[in-house]
């Protein structure tokens, strides 16, 4: 009920003998002097309680905490003894107080005479301050005052008693007398305080109702007691509040500052408790049954107010009899706080966490003897209706159960709750729609919060979302949602798109609620589903709504977009990582080829770029459309942070974009000399030329950006080089300026220097490959002034210039049916290679045989898996970073720009296809490889006129490459594909070389000798001398020659 709301509620009907006939007051707070009253005429007081019963009158806002002009009751006739806040055992009728609050359980047995009553009272005070109500001695107690108060105690009062004013309760504690103190509740924000006047002449009462009368036992949560001021409690000062967290006891370890003493009900014993659980105490977060703080874990809620919560377990629900039951037999079922009708009440659950009301360098000791019996049921993840769940009680309590003390090492006692009875199954939970409510405070969202199950069962609380305006957007539609129900709009899907869209939180739920697809894209909105829109306005309460409510995190519309992408695009951080938690494709890339990692890096947005690359799901060197990477994007909008970032994870600056551009060229272009000077450390070079020849010093000196003209004089870029336009840097520099200074200097130091010490590298050619590699391959001279080689064609793939007749028909090729990545041992083609020899880096295995490799059959276009898997190593084409450099004594050779791991592919060897008749009448055999084909006629690769890089590979008696037979677009034994792959680790600055074979040093040692230079040389002009003075002595010495040849060999 709303705290604007006031209504009546009838009592429920009963039996005749258990149905009060005098009047029955409300939720009142009574004073009683137990000390020197002799009289047990008692003038009740009202006060407001936070939660009221649904019965009360509504008190108007304005009326003081003492209950002035509120209604009070008016006694009828005859005094009445004071009675107890306990109930009787569970083999008498419950005995139930609903209008007075006792600090003190008066003892059994008391007499009719007021000053043998005053006395024997005051004795059981002194004793019964801080006895707990589980102890045989109060169960004694409680039991003989609730006979002795239902048959001696009448409810009318005589009218002197009725003028009478209230004395205060007097208690002992400790030796000294001292007084209750109401705290002011005015000061509790309370927005109304309510009184109960039951009328003898209400509906549903009768004239035998008179016999009886049930009385609800209310909280005293916002009552201080006297002070403890007992020698023990000086000295330790420690809080003496247990909290229950689904099943476990905690206690309190904080020091207590003020020393006036409070408790939940009469029920538990007195509390001196710190500054955190007395607000939690005035706040009804303390069970009246047990004494326990619910503060977090699993209970129940009864909010008659939407600022106010009462906090009570399952099993310290109160019951009012047995006759009148709603829930099979289970009773009426009341809030233990304020009486109000908790059949409704909610379960809430509250995660656990290191609470500030605990301390962890404090051990604290505890007894099982020493606690009460806790009634906590399991959790459960819906809220089901309390009515439904007591059917395991009798007389309104729960079975007890054994508890069990266990120590932890962090300073917390643990009490486990070992249940030996098993509890009675789960009941119907509430209706889709229910909420349970803690409902917010106005200064801000409380912790918990109201939750909502939605159509298709997944839950929706604020307690989900971050703390600030989404989450309090999201509760308040959630609080507001039944009354907006109540007026039975009809949607239609096309609504959901610009409700989400305009950010209208509460319409959105409400469509959810009456069953609206979120899938729904319609077609006027270029199928853009509710939850894009949500996720372009950075709506996280929506994009919650919709995903719990079943929406397609990975919808795309017409352009391949999908909400993550729109929340990375509009720079929604907290909504991209919501989406990425649940499900998010991180790679999707769009129609025109941007994924994710490009916007963000184009943007700059550095959170989202590292939580991106912290998910290893997205390719760093992705490019799109126009060839552009990352990287290229994050140094065009000169984003120096997320460069950084990039290249810590891999990220390639020598990547070429549509118009051979590198990152170079787009730090240039963007001026930032920070970002250039990056790129060129991570190897990117100064001679790179994009399609129209210009270097990143061209474009610098025409933009004009001093730094960076300067940064590249510095690393030897050449102001001499032209463009395809005819222009210099220094031609297309603006006369007069800084950079044309700069460049003439430059140039003028250049040319005076005439004599050179050392010859310097010099780059001739920034790609031998022409673009048709996968990575540029430079040629640079350090020796001579030799230019590149030009004196061949390059070609990336063989060639033929006569008719080879290769079967490359489709049908005849052998393929798998693999759907995965071609890792299992039932795909064809690893089956005919024996098994597939690439590991998931794509290097061959430890165990692949180098000495006499197998043949590898790697996937075609006739196989069913895709194009990424991991068969497809040597058709991918070369991703190592190679240079063709001029050698010493070998002439051109290649040497490595990276460290290359063992079993990496390098590059194919690449030439025309002939055959070995043709082979024996080319003049120049230097480049021929022979093809080594067992059956049939035999075929040779000549590089000499068509070849790749492979064609300046240098032989080496210690090779660091390892040819395999490899096939790929056909199958044609005859025509397998030569691939070297490294046999070792190959360092940077390495050559690269194979080893030619015997057969060909037969011939060529006549012409040159080996100049590899390795201890194991076995071609140098050294080993061939060794070699010929070996076999001179084996002609000389024919009858001796095993002895010789052996001699020989063991001598060299």
């Not at 120590?407 to 909420?435: F, K, N, Y």
């Not at 290893?616 to 000169?638: F, L, M, R, Y």
Request: hydrophobic share 35%; glycine share 8%.
């Amino acid at each position: 009920m709303s705290a604007s709301e006031t209504t009546t509620k009838e009592p429920p009907e009963g039996n005749d003998s258990e149905t009060p006939a005098g009047p029955l007051a409300g939720p009142s707070q009574v004073k009683e002097d137990d000390a020197a009253s002799t009289s047990a005429a008692v003038a009740k007081k009202t006060e407001p309680m936070g939660g009221m019963p649904s019965m009360l009158s509504s008190q108007q806002p304005g009326k003081d905490a003492s209950g002035e002009n509120g209604e009070k009751w008016s006694p009828a006739s005859s005094p009445k003894k004071p009675a107890a806040a306990s109930s009787a055992p569970s083999s008498a009728p419950p005995k139930i107080h609903r209008a007075r609050k006792t600090m003190n359980r008066p003892p059994p047995g008391q007499s009719e005479d007021g000053g043998a009553e005053a006395r024997q009272r005051a004795k059981d005070i002194e004793g019964s301050v801080n006895m707990s109500d589980h102890s045989s001695e109060s169960e004694t107690q409680r039991a003989g005052q609730s006979r002795n108060e239902s048959e001696e105690s009448s409810w009318p009062q005589s009218d002197q008693d009725k003028e009478r004013n209230t004395a205060d309760v007097v208690e002992t504690v400790g030796g000294r007398s001292a007084e209750y103190t109401e705290v002011p509740l005015g000061a509790l924000d309370i927005a109304a305080a309510d009184s109960l006047t039951l009328s003898p002449h209400h509906e549903g009462s009768d004239a035998g109702d008179t016999e009886r009368l049930e009385e609800l036992p209310l909280c005293s949560c916002r009552m201080e007691a006297p002070r403890v001021d007992s020698t023990s409690h000086r000295v330790s000062r420690q809080c003496m509040a247990t909290e229950s967290i689904n099943g476990e006891l905690r206690a309190c370890t904080n020091r207590t500052i003020k020393g006036e003493t409070m408790r939940p009900s009469s029920r538990v014993s007195l509390m001196v408790l710190c500054d955190v659980h007395r607000s939690h105490m005035v706040k009804h977060h303390c069970c009246p049954g047990c004494g326990y703080f619910c503060i977090a874990g699993t209970f129940l809620e009864c909010c008659p107010d939407q600022r106010i919560a009462h906090r009570f377990h399952r099993g310290c629900v109160t019951v009012l009899g047995g006759g009148r039951s709603r829930a099979n037999g289970g009773g009426m079922l009341f809030c233990p706080h304020c009486g109000e009708d908790a059949s409704e009440a909610q379960e809430v659950t509250i995660p656990s966490f290191s609470s500030a009301t605990t301390s962890a360098t404090t051990v604290v000791t505890m007894s099982a003897s020493s606690t009460t019996t806790p009634s906590l049921p399991p959790s459960a993840p819906t809220a089901p209706s309390l009515a439904a769940s007591t059917g395991g009680m009798k007389d309104g309590k729960m079975p007890e159960r054994p508890v069990s003390a266990r120590m932890r090492s962090h300073g917390l006692v643990t009490l486990a709750l070992e249940q030996q009875q098993q509890q009675p199954p789960s009941q119907p939970v509430a209706a889709a729609a229910t909420v349970a409510t803690v409902p917010p405070a106005e200064e801000g969202v409380d912790s918990v919060g109201p939750s909502l199950c939605m159509p298709n069962g997944k839950p929706i609380s604020p307690s989900a979302l971050p703390p600030g305006p989404s989450r309090a957007a999201l509760q308040k539609a959630i609080l507001t949602q039944d009354t907006e129900r109540k007026k039975k709009l009809r949607f239609h899907p096309r609504q959901l798109y610009p409700a989400a869209k305009q950010g209208e939180v509460q319409r959105v739920l409400l469509m959810l609620m009456e069953g609206i697809d979120p899938t729904y894209q319609p077609d006027s909105q270029n199928r853009r589903s509710a939850l894009h829109a949500a996720a372009q306005r950075g709506l996280l309460e929506v994009c919650y709504m919709l995903i719990q409510a079943g929406a397609q995190v990975d919808a795309q519309d017409k352009d391949l977009r999908t909400p993550l992408l729109e929340a990375i695009i509009n720079n929604h951080i907290e909504v991209a990582r919501y989406l990425f938690q649940n499900g998010a494709c991180v790679y999707h890339v769009e129609e025109d080829g941007y994924t994710g990692l490009h916007h963000a890096a184009k943007l700059g947005n550095l959170e989202i770029v590292n939580m991106l690359l912290e998910t290893g799901q997205v390719d760093v060197n992705a490019q799109d459309s126009g060839g552009w990477t990352p990287i290229i994007w994050a140094a065009e909008h000169k984003h120096v942070e997320v460069i950084k970032s990039l290249l810590n994870r891999g990220a390639d600056v020598t990547i070429n974009d549509k118009e051979l551009n590198v990152c170079l060229h787009w730090a240039a272009y963007a001026g930032n000399v920070d970002i250039a000077e990056l790129v060129l450390n991570s190897g990117c070079s100064l001679a790179s030329v994009n399609m129209h020849g210009d270097t990143p010093l061209h474009i610098a000196a025409r933009e004009g950006y001093l730094e960076c003209v300067t940064l590249f004089l510095s690393r030897g870029a050449d102001i001499d080089i032209m463009n395809r336009e005819g222009d210099t840097p220094l031609t297309l520099a603006r006369a007069d300026t800084p950079v044309w200074v700069a460049l003439q200097i430059n140039r003028k130091l250049r040319r005076g220097i005439t004599n050179r010490m050392l010859r310097t590298e010099r780059i001739i050619c920034s790609d031998v490959a022409q673009g048709y590699e996968n990575v540029p391959i430079p040629c640079v001279n350090a020796v001579d002034d030799e230019g590149c080689p030009s004196d061949y064609k390059y070609v990336s793939e063989n060639c033929e210039t006569s008719a080879m007749n290769i079967d490359r028909n489709i049908t005849h090729l052998q393929h798998c049916s693999c759907t995965d990545d071609c890792s299992s041992s039932n795909c064809l083609c690893g089956q005919l290679s024996i098994r597939c020899w690439y590991d998931k880096d794509q290097r061959l295995l430890q165990e692949f045989n180098k000495i006499e490799p197998p043949l590898i059959f790697e996937c075609n276009m006739a196989c069913s898996c895709y194009r990424t898997c991991k068969n497809r190593v040597v058709q991918a084409g070369i991703k190592v970073r190679l240079q063709l450099y001029r050698t010493e004594k070998m002439g051109w050779g290649v040497r490595a720009l990276q460290d290359i791991p063992q079993g990496s592919f390098i590059c194919e060897y690449v030439g025309e296809l002939i055959s070995d008749a043709e082979a024996d009448v080319r003049e120049d055999d230097s480049y021929l490889f022979d093809l080594d084909n067992k059956d049939g006629e035999v075929y040779c690769i000549d590089a000499r006129y068509y070849g790749n890089i492979s064609r300046f590979i240098n032989h080496l008696c210690d090779p660091n490459l390892i040819p395999v037979r490899v096939f790929m677009l056909h199958q044609d034994l005859r025509f397998p594909r030569i691939a070297f792959f490294s046999s070792r680790d190959i360092l940077s600055g390495q050559e690269l070389g194979f080893d030619y074979g015997d057969r060909f040093w037969d011939i060529k040692s006549k012409y040159f000798t080996c100049q590899c230079g390795s201890e194991k040389c076995k071609h140098s002009a050294e080993a061939i001398a060794l070699e010929q003075s070996r076999l001179a002595r084996l002609e000389s010495c024919p009858e001796s020659g095993a002895d010789c040849g052996v001699t020989m060999l063991g001598n060299s």
